[in-house]
């Protein structure tokens, strides 16, 4: 896809600060006589105003009371969810609890775990047996994993082929600050069920009772943070029950948490229809950065943002008719409801969804 020719890049921001601020270009000019190209420090200080710019255009401050959310910073992520490998007359397993070739072994027989089950997706799958969910620890080989010290059977058990696999928990985007409503489960047969949004801590309750909720589809959904590491800062993951028994695509609506411009990713996000704002708000980082003061360039900056805004609100006028998506509005639930206010065997009915 072409980009629109009047949408500014990295690039053009770059050089409207560098000749604002510094009276020069940020990088050499092809052929000119001498090199009016910045320094390492001053392109280091451009970039920087850049970034701040870019935060004050995404997270607009409009005055008392007043906030935006902007429509192009909400994309639809379609989040492919794999099928469960259950056992079989010819496919089992056994579990021995201590003394196998590590603490706490399953081993399959007849089949090899599903192409998804890897040293990276073992931490966020469950295994259950005999209807009674168990938290993998590790995958070892292509027929033996581990489970967690913390949930295991306890004693060893014997041959048997009531058993699944599946990956319970999924991680999100980097760049995913929420999800925005509930999500939608698209399953092979093309019908869309709901999943309401309810507490984490709600799922991984239901998930340690016994009995087994006899349903093949997710009907709820959670999201949490997942622990921060030494290498990346805090990322989510989404958790969902009954458990997934089919691959099927999850698809739902999100806030996006912008990253920084880079030579490769040039492009801000509101294409040409925000460039004049974005490109104001940066002249006004300089001025303030140049006098002190937040002058004409940052009233200007100001004026195009209302602009933008009431841009963005019409852009957003246009929603639910026709729209298959999920809306907390339209399927009601929310962080904190517990399943919608229906479990099986409460007085009140599970809606039915047709096919679309």
């Given amino acids: 896809m072409t980009e629109p020719t009047l949408s500014l890049t990295l690039d053009h921001l770059r050089d409207e600060i560098a000749s604002e601020y510094f009276g020069g270009q940020y990088s050499s000019t092809p052929g000119a006589i001498y090199d009016d190209a910045l320094g390492v420090g001053e392109k280091a200080q451009v970039d920087d105003m850049v970034s701040s710019a870019l935060r004050r255009f995404y997270n607009p401050a409009l005055g008392p009371g007043r906030s935006h959310s902007w429509s192009f910073l909400k994309p639809w992520m379609y989040l492919q969810l794999n099928a469960e490998l259950t056992g079989s007359s010819t496919v089992t397993m056994v579990y021995d609890h201590t003394g196998g070739t590590y603490e706490r072994q399953i ?52 041959s048997t082929d009531d058993f699944a696999l599946n990956q319970s928990n999924y991680v999100l985007p980097d760049d995913l600050a929420y999800i925005e409503g509930d999500v939608t489960f698209r399953q092979q047969d093309n019908s869309h069920i709901p999943c309401r949004k309810v507490m984490p801590e709600t799922i991984e309750m ?60 040039g492009y801000p996000y509101g294409a040409s229809d925000h460039s004049e704002t974005i490109k104001a708000s940066c002249l006004a980082v300089v001025e303030e950065a140049s006098s002190g003061v937040k002058g004409v360039r940052y009233q200007t900056f100001r004026e195009l943002l209302e602009a933008s805004v009431m841009l963005d609100a019409r852009n957003k006028r246009v929603e639910e008719y026709g729209h298959h998506g999920p809306t907390s509005r339209r399927y009601g639930g929310g962080q904190g409801s517990q399943f919608g206010g229906w479990w099986p065997g409460s007085q009140s009915e599970m809606p039915h969804y047709s096919s679309i």
């Fill in 107 to 158: 081993t399959m027989t007849g089949d090899t775990w599903p192409s998804w089950f890897t040293e990276t997706t073992a931490p966020f799958s469950s295994f259950r047996i005999a209807g009674i969910n168990y938290t993998v620890e590790a995958y070892k080989t292509t027929t033996v994993l581990t489970l967690t010290e913390s949930n295991n059977p306890g004693e060893d058990i014997a």
């Fill in 206 to 265: 239901r998930r340690m009772q016994t009995a087994h909720l006899s349903m093949n589809t997710p009907r709820w959904f959670a999201t949490r943070a997942m622990a921060r590491t030494e290498t990346q800062g805090t990322r989510q993951e989404m958790l969902f029950y009954p458990d997934i028994n089919e691959a099927a695509v999850a698809f739902f609506q999100y806030q996006v948490r912008p990253n920084s411009l880079t030579n490769d990713a």
